[in-house]
């Protein structure tokens, strides 16, 4: 394995044996001569495949956060039921880096999802507190909890979406993920008589939160945080929305076989309530403005 590019004292551009480009991580091995030949004992991590835009965050991006960040995805790989995106270690590094710039210089971000997610992506949100716990070993710094949330949504954003669910679990006959968003906002659409902004937060969150349910989905995997007794209630309390979580119930029963459960659907109405919400918000102000 020859270097062929330095990109820092910790990160070196390399060809290896069989004429592919790679980055290859380990400490001081950025003092290597270009054209010589890497101490593989010095390497801790190799990169194949690095998209440009990955490769600059190499050159900005703390080594030890890269190392907590690889440590990280090697860690949780085979936990969820979905796959993370090739470049994820680097997504993950550059958050956490963000995160420690802004907690550094004092600015404090409000994180109203923090309930939700907790709830929501339990596996997710536990590898944030681990990850809080040790920025603030390695770093001397005090991380809010809520921190443990925009990195739960940083794993949940970054699904591999070309390999949903288990390779056992769907097949080419399964409803898809696009399939499924596009019928369910069909149905919210058309029930509550409104056109929802897909460029919006409130668009994304729903969608962010109908993947994650398809995702569990095809993992025959169901929701268990303890509040499905809730769901009583709040169906008679928005019965509009219950209507609609009905209704997205039997799409997943027509297209994956699954039922929801009432925990699931009690999240799904919430959902679809605060989205259609917003919407109607947003289209009263713009029939005041006229």
């Known amino acids: 394995m020859r270097v062929t590019a330095k990109i820092n004292n910790s990160a070196v551009l390399c060809i290896d044996d069989n004429g592919e480009e790679l980055v290859a991580f380990g400490k001081g091995i ?23 835009q990955s ?35 680097f997504v993950l590094a550059d958050h956490l880096s963000f995160a420690l710039k802004r907690i550094r210089e004092g600015i404090a971000v409000h994180m109203p999802l923090v309930f939700d997610v907790e709830q929501q992506y339990p596996a997710e949100y536990e590898v944030g507190l681990h990850l809080c716990k040790r920025m603030s070993r390695e770093f001397g710094l005090s991380i809010p909890q809520r921190e443990a949330a925009g990195i739960a949504l940083c794993f949940v954003n970054n699904m591999d979406r070309g390999a949903e669910g288990d390779g056992d679990s769907a097949d080419d006959s399964q409803l898809s993920f696009d399939e499924l968003l596009e019928r369910s906002v069909c ?25 994650y349910l398809y995702m569990r989905a095809s993992g025959g995997k169901s929701l268990t945080s303890g509040n499905a007794s809730m769901y009583p209630m709040l169906a008679r309390e928005y019965p509009d929305a219950s209507d ?13 076989s699954r039922e929801l459960s009432d925990e699931e659907l009690l999240y799904l109405i919430m959902h679809i309530n605060r989205l259609c919400e917003k919407a109607q918000i947003e289209r009263c102000d713009v029939d005041c403005e006229a």
């Open 30 to 52: 950025g003092f290597c001569e270009l054209g010589s030949e890497v101490d593989l004992r010095r390497v801790q991590r190799t990169f194949y495949d690095l998209d440009p």
């Open 55 to 89: 490769s600059l965050l190499l050159e900005e991006i703390d080594p030890r956060v890269l190392s907590l960040a690889s440590q990280t995805v090697d860690l949780v790989r085979d936990r969820f039921a979905y796959r993370l995106s090739s470049n994820f270690t």
């Open 187 to 211: 149905v919210i659409e058309k029930g509550f008589g409104i056109d929802l902004d897909r460029s919006s937060f409130n668009f994304s969150r729903f969608a962010t939160h109908l993947q």
């Open 244 to 256: 609609i979580a009905d209704s997205i119930a039997a799409i997943f029963l027509d297209g994956m």
